[in-house]
């Protein structure tokens, strides 16, 4: 490593201290940190039920189908009787 000075510091002068050196936080104020936070659940929930959704799937495509007889009436409109 090289002790090179940067162009915006002072030669001679105390180095500023990074912000997260100082124990602030890591970008914007406190309500985006809320924001980020509201954004990151709105997404795990997403995540969630696009999975639940897709087992679903799965499970309802791999359920056996019921087979209906061609003499079974499948309509209300059949099962009536004829005028």
């Given amino acids: 490593m090289t002790d090179e000075v940067p162009s915006s510091e002072i030669p001679g002068t105390q180095r500023k201290k990074h912000r997260h050196d ?8 406190k309500v985006a940190a809320g ?5 990151q ?7 969630a039920l696009t999975l639940a959704l897709v087992v679903y799937v799965l499970v309802d495509g791999s359920r056996p189908k019921s087979v209906v007889s061609e003499s079974t009436p499948t ?3 059949e099962t009536a ?3």
């Fill in 22 to 29: 100082l124990g602030q936080e890591d970008h914007g104020p």
């Fill in 35 to 39: 924001t980020t936070r509201a954004i």
């Fill in 41 to 47: 659940i709105l997404l795990g929930l997403w995540v």
């Fill in 75 to 77: 309509s209300a409109s």
């Fill in 81 to 83: 009787a004829p005028h």
